[in-house]
């Protein structure tokens, strides 16, 4: 399930769509914060999706307004959704931001939270999230 702030992300986690209050921090931004030691550095993401079977064309249709949107937030250095070719109901969407803070301000955003709308009756399952940093920067 997700959250309203949640991002996508979500990671997107432990995401569950329950209504939580504006002021709660996504469960995804939470999980990143854990993980990713500074705070000021770029790291990414990834955040798989199990869609039901039949819905794949609905989830990609929702997609699309949020990942135009996002890359061109000023902290997002990549957000790209893809489809596993081998489990046609599986779908990674791999993110990059330039720091916690930018996570946090998109998961604040309007696209986000209409993402999360359209996409929750679709899923078949939680989302699975993992966060990833740089090696060598």
Do not use: Q, W
């Not at 991002?7 to 939580?20: G, K, M, Q, R, Y």
């Not at 996504?26 to 955040?47: C, E, N, Q, R, W």
């Not at 869609?51 to 249709?61: C, L, S, T, Y």
């Amino acid at each position: 399930m997700f959250c309203r702030g949640l991002l996508l992300s979500i990671p997107v986690l432990a995401l569950a769509l329950s209504d939580v209050r504006a002021d709660d921090e996504s469960p995804v931004v939470t999980l990143a914060k854990s993980k990713v030691k500074d705070k000021t550095k770029p790291f990414g993401m990834t955040v798989t999706f199990k869609i039901k079977a039949g819905e794949e064309k609905a989830f990609e249709e929702a997609f699309r307004p949020c990942g135009a949107a996002t890359r061109k937030e000023a902290g997002c250095l990549g957000y790209y959704l893809n489809h596993d070719l081998d489990e046609p109901t599986v779908f990674m969407v791999y993110e990059r931001f330039k720091n916690i803070a930018a996570l946090e301000e998109h998961a604040k955003t309007k696209h986000v939270e209409e993402l999360l709308k359209k996409v929750g009756p679709l899923l078949d399952g939680d989302p699975k999230v993992k966060v990833y940093v740089p090696v060598g920067d």
